[in-house]
C-alpha cells in the first residue's frame, strides 16, 4: 500500500514539482508513508484503521532538501474538516527580507495547491484553484511606517514618521548603499502638514525641513483619495479636513499642492547651491545656508510659523 501510495502522491503533483527534487525524493517519501501506514495495520485482520494524526509526520515534507530557499518560503496549512467540508488556509507568509537567491537564479515561484486523495480505492483529485507567488530576484523591498534599527538594513525605500529620525551614520551608510531615506505626514500631524486649514506655507516648510535632514524626499498620504463630494467638502468621518487629497477632481491643482511643489524646487535648489558654493570655495555662503537650515524642526513650529520662517531664509535662494 505504501508504494501505491507514494505513486498517487507523486503523480498527483508531478505537474507542480516537475524536476525540482532532490535524488533521494521517492525514498524519503515511501519511509515517512511507511511511518505513517504500518502502525494503522492490524497484524490479524490486515486491515487499516487511520487516525485523524496518522499522517501527521508528512506535516512540512520537503521535495527537494537541498533546496536553498526551503526554510525560508516553507509554510504549512491548516487543514479543517466540519460538515463533510474541508477548509485549507495558508498563515501569512514570514520569509526573510533578505532573501538569498541561488547563483543564476531570476525569480522563486511559490505555489500554492490542494491534492485529495481517497485511501479506499486511492481515487485522486487535484483541486484546480491555486495560487503562484512569484518573487523576482530585484525586487526592492519598501516601508512606510516607524524606524525599526532591526530591519533598516534590509529595507531598500525606507520612510520614516516625522516623529523619528535616522541616526546620521545609518543615512550615510544608506545613501552610499544607493538606498532612499524619506519621511512622511499623514493625518496624525497638527504640523507640518497639508490640510485645508493648514499654513500653506507649511508645504514649502517640508522641502527645507527635508534638506536640513538630508533626507531624499517627503512622503504624503494622501493625493486623490477624494471624499463624497470634493469640491465643496474636504472632511471625511473624524480625520482632519483635506487630509485624503491634495488635488481636486478636474484635475485641479491646490495652493497647498502649489506649496508642496514650491518645497520641492527649494530642495532642489538647495542642493545644488551646496554644490555649488562647495565647488567654488565660497565658504561664507554654504555657513550662511547651512546655519539657515538648521532652524527646520518640527518642534519650532510650537513657536514659530512656517510663514515666518519662510520670509527669514527665502532670500537665500534668490541671490
Known sequence: MTSKLNRHIRGMFQTEVND?????????????????????RDPVTYLFQFEKESFSNLRG?????????KKAL??????ILANEMIKVTF??????????????ATHCDLILCLGLIRLRDGKRIMVPERQRLQIK????????????????KDIDVYCVASRWDFPAATLQRRRQEGKISTWYTCCTEPYPN?????????????????????????????????TKDPLTDSRFTTWPAGDTYQVYPGPLS???????????????????????????????ELNELNK????????????????????????LLNR
Open 137 to 152: 530576484k530585484d525586487w526592492k523591498i519598501a516601508l512606510a511606517g516607524d524606524y525599526h534599527a532591526e530591519i533598516e
Open 194 to 226: 497639508g490640510f485645508t486649514f493648514s499654513s500653506p506655507a507649511e508645504g514649502v516648510w517640508m522641502g527645507w525641513y527635508t534638506a536640513n535632514k538630508n533626507l531624499d524626499g517627503y512622503l504624503r498620504w494622501a493625493y486623490n483619495s477624494w
Open 61 to 69: 515534507f520537503e521535495f527537494n532538501v537541498v533546496s536553498p530557499v
Open 292 to 315: 539657515a537650515l538648521e532652524i527646520f524642526e518640527i518642534k519650532s513650529l510650537a513657536n514659530t510659523t512656517a510663514d515666518e520662517m519662510m520670509r527669514k531664509v527665502k532670500p
Open 20 to 40: 525540482l527534487v532532490d535524488a533521494k525524493y521517492t525514498s524519503r517519501l515511501t519511509a515517512e508513508l511507511s511511518a505513517s501506514v504500518n502502525p494503522c
Open 74 to 79: 516553507n509554510v504549512l496549512p491548516k487543514v
Open 254 to 284: 491646490s495652493v497647498r499642492f502649489e506649496k508642496l511643489i514650491e518645497g520641492a524646487q527649494d530642495f532642489e535648489k538647495i542642493k545644488q547651491l551646496k554644490i555649488y558654493y562647495t565647488k567654488n570655495n565660497l565658504t561664507k
Open 91 to 104: 498563515p501569512k507568509l514570514k520569509s526573510r527580507l533578505n532573501l538569498l537567491f541561488p547563483k543564476r
